[in-house]
């Protein structure tokens, strides 16, 4: 099994939370892998910018880390790679979404309440519930 690091994180605009679309089949927070050469903070911030075009973000804190697998062609787990995601909290003034990467085809705004009934991967979900409230 192949073991990655990803960063990504919790952006807030008002009582709203940015969640993004990966594959044309989930919704996720933004994340992604960290490339050979960069911090996890930058890599948060390319992958925030990649998925939605937000690229003016103030840090507030780094929220931890948790592991879960790749998520499948079918929204299941896939057990050939292993991630450990490394979350950290921002805020935001920008409100047009305009995603750049085409893996990530969409992104919107989401009530805070209800954004771990939008995210696909239960490790997600979980991973929000705990932080919910510190946001």
């Known amino acids: 099994m192949k073991q990655t690091k990803s960063a990504g994180g919790v952006v807030i605009n008002k009582n709203r939370v940015l969640v993004v679309n990966q594959n044309g089949n989930s919704w996720s927070l933004p994340k992604g892998h ?9 890599a948060a911030k390319r992958e925030i910018y990649e998925e939605s075009g937000i ?5 507030i804190k780094e929220l931890g880390s948790y592991q879960r697998y790749k998520i499948s062609l079918n929204g299941g787990d896939d057990k050939s790679e292993l991630k450990t ?3 950290f909290l921002f805020k935001t003034d920008q409100e047009v979404l305009k995603p750049i990467d ?7 705004w989401v009530e805070k309440d209800k ?10 979900k979980e991973f929000f519930l705990g932080v919910v409230d510190r946001i």
């Open 34 to 42: 960290i490339d050979y050469g960069e911090d996890k903070l930058d």
């Open 55 to 59: 690229n003016h973000l103030e840090l």
């Open 85 to 87: 995601i490394f979350m």
């Open 102 to 108: 085409p893996k990530n085809p969409e992104a919107k």
């Open 115 to 124: 954004v771990a009934d939008l995210l696909t991967h239960r490790k997600d």
